[in-house]
């Protein structure tokens, strides 16, 4: 079981905007602003979307944006493209007990 | 450009110990840049943090695995390697070796715990 919570899917039309939710404890995602995002596609690599809460690395699209409210982060993605279509994890670290903590993951599908 | 590459056994026996070696090229394991690190997803795609190296010596494991894990580096190879004891088929998974940014201010560094680059993974199945 993943010490952070993820839905298991979420879908969007292309075009709309969709939000994946991570909640995580006051131990890990609400004591630290280290919360990072991954994309994988099938088969692929996880690829490093957003760090540090709400930091894009270069090279990622601008309709990828995070942020943090408590104990939960989110993933917003944009003007969905079929792209997009991939499975998400977030991670965070959790202090010394545990380091890094990673989500379950959430499949994202483009209808 | 910076790139990983995980190699080694695809298949172990349960009770043995692990072993892989992640080889960078386009870059130096040696530089103070970057931690060095290993994350394994499991078949039903969970991830988890196995541990780092950096300063080419200095190692940190997840509490989890501390007992049964050693991350060394061979500078002269530009690899750093993954031994993993005592396995079990809960240690079957896809082995990632990846790099993670230092953070640096006037106090020293630190860890940013993100992880930038990623090797291709590979495989490794525990089973007799």
């Known amino acids: 079981q993943s010490a952070l919570t993820q839905p298991a899917s979420v879908s969007g039309s292309p075009g709309q905007s969709i939000t994946i939710s991570c909640t995580g404890t006051?131990?890990?995602?609400?004591?630290?602003?280290?919360v990072s995002w991954y994309q994988q596609h099938p088969g692929k690599v996880p690829k490093l979307m957003i760090f540090?809460?709400?930091n894009r690395p270069s090279g990622v699209s601008n309709r990828f944006s995070g942020s943090k409210s408590g104990n939960t982060a989110s993933l917003t993605i944009s003007g969905l493209q079929a792209e997009d279509e991939a499975d998400y994890y977030c991670?965070?670290?959790?202090?010394?007990?545990?380091?890094?903590?990673f989500g379950g993951g959430t499949k994202l599908t483009v209808l | 450009q910076v790139q990983l590459q995980e190699s080694g056994p695809g298949l172990v026996k349960p009770s043995q110990t692990l072993s892989l070696t992640c080889t960078v090229s386009?870059?130096?394991?040696?530089?103070?840049?970057?931690?060095w690190t290993w994350i394994r997803q499991h078949p039903g795609k969970d991830l988890e943090w196995i541990g780092y190296?950096?300063?080419?010596?200095?190692?940190y494991y997840n509490p989890s695995l501390r007992s049964r894990v050693t991350i060394s580096a061979d500078t002269s190879k530009n690899q750093f390697s993954l031994k993993l004891s005592s396995v079990t088929a809960a240690d079957t998974a896809v082995y990632y070796c990846?790099?993670?940014?230092?953070?640096?201010?006037?106090?020293?560094?630190?860890?940013?715990?993100?992880?930038?680059?990623w090797g291709r993974g590979t495989l490794v199945t525990v089973s007799s």
């Open positions: 386009g870059g130096s394991i040696s530089s103070p840049s970057y931690y």
């Open positions: 006051s131990t890990d995602i609400g004591n630290y602003n280290f």
């Open positions: 991670s965070s670290y959790a202090g010394s007990s545990s380091h890094v903590v």
């Open positions: 540090e809460v709400s």
């Open positions: 190296i950096y300063n080419s010596g200095n190692t």
């Open positions: 990846a790099r993670e940014p230092r953070g640096r201010d006037s106090l020293g560094y630190y860890n940013n715990w993100y992880f930038d680059l």
